[in-house]
Structure formats: C-alpha cells, structure tokens
C-alpha cells in the first residue's frame, strides 16, 4: 500500500510562488506514475499535471502551462509541484495521486491519493 502526503500549500499572494510536495511512504515511487490534481468547492476534481515512472513523459493542464513545474525525486520518494505566477483562480485543494499501470488525466484511474492541501491565491 502506498501512502501520499502532501505539504507546501497557503496563503499566497498574487504572482506568488509555492512549492508543494508529496511524500510517500510504504512502497518506492520509483515505478509509479505520479499526479496533481486541485479541487475547487462545489467542483470535480480536475487535471493539473502529470510525470511518469519513466521521466519522460510529463503532462500539464492548458490553465497551469507555463506557470507549473511538476518534477520528482526517487531518491526521496518525494514528487514537487512548483507553483509560480499564481491567480486567485488557482485556489482549491490540490491532490498528489499515484497509479502503477499508466499516465493520464483522469482522475478515477489513481488508486492512490493523498489528504489534500490547501492553496489560496489572494488578489
């Protein structure tokens, strides 16, 4: 069983930057295709960026291209989700998820997730 806990969210100001992370405990990330979501009160839980076991195959929402770097660190079984140029439309909870079999978008394809963290971006 894998478990995600993610940390680095708050209260960010306009064109701030935060760096979220998402440890994990367990098993090693090193064969596991790792995720960002974020959720918005009253929203689905949508996409934001996505990294592959391999390293090679590296995914982004169109709204956070540009301003979002997701990387990892095997050696840490650590995966970041650098946040720049932040808008107050990047408020929401944002999820670390994790799937052995693929990389991709969808949401209900992850079989594991982490509690979430909050980030707020104020005008």
């Known amino acids: 069983q894998v478990q995600l806990v993610e940390s680095g969210g708050g209260l960010v100001q306009t064109g701030g930057s935060l760096r979220l992370s998402c440890a994990a405990s367990?098993?090693?990330?090193?064969?596991?295709?790792m995720a960002w979501f974020r959720q918005a009160p009253g929203k689905e839980r949508d996409f934001v960026a996505a990294?592959?076991?391999?390293?090679?195959?590296?995914y982004y929402a169109d709204s956070v291209k540009g301003r979002f770097t997701i990387s990892r660190d095997n050696a840490k079984n650590t995966v970041y989700l650098q946040m720049n140029s932040l808008k107050p439309e990047d408020t929401a909870v944002y999820y670390c998820?994790?799937?052995?079999?693929?990389?991709?978008?969808?949401?209900?394809?992850?079989?594991?997730w982490g509690q979430g963290t909050q980030v707020t971006g104020s005008s």
């Open positions: 367990g098993r090693t990330l090193r064969n596991y295709n």
């Open positions: 990294i592959g076991w391999t390293i090679s195959r590296i």
């Open positions: 998820a994790a799937d052995s079999a693929q990389i991709g978008r969808d949401r209900r394809q992850y079989p594991y």
